[in-house]
């Protein structure tokens, strides 16, 4: 067995695995900013295949695309074109030429109207450390008055709930002419506090196994409310649903819920200072 990212490394494959044919993430964060009189300069980090960060910039926006990946990089720009798609990590970013930004680069020479951070991105950010690095970024990089969009799995879904852990799942696809198989198994790491996650990849074309493994921080919805007005931010919805992976998924016209309670979490947030 290997160790690796086969989506990461594959960006199609990951299109394949986790498709979006109705653009529900993108155009769910387009209503958000809509909703709150966002402006047109936007920062999509952990932009991924960059079809979220191509939807916005076909609804007028101007968009850059920010991910760690290389490979997601190249195929973004080759596949969704528009935005400008640039490596970053999001733990430690700024604008402009001189911004810190661990040595790959800065996002872009201007300040930004909102931030958005869809599919758990944010959830890389395993400490404390990294979410005040994440959001003093964020602070930087928007303009007054700018928003924070973000969505992620919710980490008061497991307080008392196993019904998503420790038991493996299984899915399958074929992609390009090879038949493939993922084994995924979740656990939670209190002492961490994160969502770990082992996935295995089986393919019928000879090829050796090939085990992920990943994590991300459980944020509570209170401890997320704490963490963005410590950082000058104020809360403007803060819920479990309607999204565009919450069940049942986010339509045109739905309006933010109220409850903190299943397992994806919606945040839209304003800089204030």
Not at 174 to 182: A, I, L, N
Request: contains cysteine; hydrophobic residues 35%; aromatic residues 6%.
């Amino acid at each position: 067995m290997t160790s690796g990212n086969l989506l990461t490394d594959n960006p199609e494959l990951y299109e394949a695995r986790f498709p979006d044919p109705d653009l529900l993430a993108g155009r769910w964060a387009e209503d958000c900013l809509r909703r709150y009189g966002a402006g047109p300069g936007v920062l999509d980090l952990g932009c991924g295949t960059g079809r979220d960060a191509a939807h916005l910039h076909r609804a007028g926006r101007s968009v850059v695309g920010a991910d760690l990946s290389e490979a997601m990089l190249a195929y973004a720009g080759e596949r969704h074109p528009g935005p400008r798609y640039v490596r970053a990590d999001l733990r430690d970013f700024s604008p402009g030429p001189a911004g810190p930004i661990r040595s790959v680069g800065p996002v872009g020479p201007d300040v930004f109207d909102a931030v958005v951070c869809l599919d758990s991105a944010l959830l890389y950010c395993h400490t404390n450390d990294d979410l005040d690095g994440f959001l003093a970024s964020c602070r930087r990089s928007l303009s007054p008055g700018g928003l924070l969009v973000a969505e992620m799995r919710n980490g008061a879904y497991f307080l008392g709930r196993d019904d998503l852990l420790n038991t493996p799942t299984d899915n399958s696809l074929t992609w390009q002419g090879v038949s493939y198989r993922s084994t995924t198994t979740l656990h939670i790491d209190r002492t961490a506090q994160l969502l770990r996650r082992t996935r295995v990849w089986t393919a019928d074309d000879g090829s050796a196994p090939v085990e992920q493994r990943s994590a991300w921080r459980l944020l509570l919805p209170q401890e997320l409310r704490h963490f963005l007005t410590a950082h000058g931010f104020a809360v403007l919805e803060l819920h479990d649903g309607p999204g565009p992976r919450s069940e049942p998924p986010w339509q045109e016209g739905d309006v933010p819920g109220t409850a903190a309670d299943a397992d994806r979490l919606h945040v839209v947030a304003r800089l204030t200072d």
